[in-house]
Structure formats: C-alpha cells, structure tokens
C-alpha cells in the first residue's frame, strides 16, 4: 500500500498563517491513519498568499484548516482501504 503523502509548506508566510497548528492536527488522527502517512516539511510553495498550503499526494491545497485537512486525508485512506 503506498503511503499518502503530505508535504507541508516550511515557509514563512504559511508558517505564520498556522502551518504548526496543522501539522499538530496529524496527532489526533487514529494511529490506523497515521500510519498511511508520509509527513514532511517542504520549501515555499509559492503560493504564499492563499496560505497555509499543504501539497498531499502531489496536489497543492490552500487554505488548509485543521478540519479540511482531517477530511481530506480521512478521504485519501479510505480511499487506500480494498
Ligand atoms: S510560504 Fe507557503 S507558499 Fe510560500
């Protein structure tokens, strides 16, 4: 099963705009989720005015919240799950 893939912007305008407070989201997920994921910080995404930005499984997402995150990759796995 191939992970699922979070990269999230390490910039500061999206670091500003709560980029910590999402990557603290990840840890109120089920460990059955968690272990699907592949975290990690990545340069600006230069997309610095719609922040924070989070690029999962190669597709960039703006205005990320911790709620739209927790729904997309609960989407993603279910998804993942045959
Ligand atoms: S700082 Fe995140 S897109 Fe530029």
Do not use: D, W, Y
């Not at 592949?38 to 703006?62: D, K």
């Not at 990320?64 to 995150?69: A, D, G, K, N, Q």
């Amino acid at each position: 099963m191939n992970k699922i893939t979070l990269q999230f912007c390490g910039g500061t305008a999206c670091h500003m705009k709560g980029a910590p407070e999402l990557m603290a989201v990840l840890e109120l997920l089920p460990e059955q989720i968690t272990s699907q994921l592949h975290v990690s910080l990545t340069h600006c995404l230069e997309n610095c005015g719609a922040g924070p930005n989070v690029r999962i499984g190669g597709v960039v997402h703006s205005r990320v919240t911790p709620e739209s995150l927790i729904a997309i990759i609960k989407n993603l796995a279910a998804g993942q799950v045959k």
